[in-house]
């Protein structure tokens, strides 16, 4: 059981635009740390696609944004493209009594139709 | 370019060691933490702790303590990873990531699979 909540899967048709929450709590997200996201082609090493909650490194196309409230972070990517079919995973750090670290979302497998 | 490149897949026994390395380049190695992750197979992405490369010192995750050892070797700018006592579920691909920031990670490493099987 992850430290923060994806949903397992999430679909789209090629063109629309589909979003994808990480749900964390006051020890995480909420405590102010920021959320990371990577994505993970079939039998590849995930890839940085977003930082420090909506930040785009090179090369990365605008169609792939983020952004962070409270104890909850979302990815949105529009004019969606067979290509984009893979997992994504949210990452952020957690720090409570019982220790502190990088968390992992459970990741999301994005279908494109 | 920065790049991280690990050791090829390995298969061992129960009771077996191993160890995975992960070299750098592209970059000055010392100036950024390596951290270590691990994916079961068909499962998510699970943190296993880092180690500051500057002064060797590391850390691990709940879960990794013990038959886990993060080790470095500065003068050719790699890390490892060796395990211990392998059990089946330590079957896995592991990856190595440069920590940047706000402990985002890039790049990673292509990853190594671990096969543990009698």
């Known amino acids: 059981q992850s430290v923060l909540t994806q949903p397992p899967s999430v679909s789209g048709a090629p063109g629309q635009r589909v979003t994808i929450s990480c749900t964390g709590s006051s020890s995480n997200i909420g405590a102010g740390y920021d959320v990371h996201w990577y994505q993970q082609l079939p039998g590849t090493a995930p890839k940085l696609l977003i930082y420090g909650n909506s930040n785009r490194p090179s090369g990365v196309p605008d169609r792939f944004s983020g952004s962070k409230s409270g104890t909850s972070a979302s990815l949105a990517i529009t004019g969606l493209q067979a290509e984009d079919e893979a997992d994504y995973y949210c990452?952020?750090?957690?720090?409570?009594?019982?220790?502190?670290?990088?968390?992992f979302g459970g990741g999301t497998k994005l279908t494109v139709l | 370019q920065v790049q991280l490149v690990q050791s090829g897949s390995e298969l061992k026994k129960p009771g077996a060691s191993v160890k995975v390395s992960c070299k750098a380049s592209?970059?000055?190695?010392?100036?950024?933490?390596m951290n270590w992750v691990r994916q079961a197979p068909g499962q998510g992405l699970e943190w296993m702790g880092w180690?500051?490369?500057?002064?060797?010192?590391?850390t691990y995750a709940q879960g990794f303590t013990g038959r886990f050892v993060f080790s470095l070797d500065t003068s050719v700018s790699t890390a490892y990873l060796q395990i211990s006592s392998l059990k089946a579920e330590d079957t896995a691909v592991y990856y190595c990531?440069?920590?940047?920031?706000?402990?985002?990670?890039?790049?990673w490493g292509q990853g190594t699979l671990v096969t543990v099987s009698s």
């Open positions: 990452q952020s750090y957690d720090s409570s009594l019982s220790g502190s670290g990088v968390v």
């Open positions: 990531a440069r920590e940047w920031g706000n402990n985002w990670f890039d790049p």
């Open positions: 592209g970059y000055t190695f010392t100036s950024y933490a």
């Open positions: 180690i500051n490369t500057n002064t060797g010192n590391p």
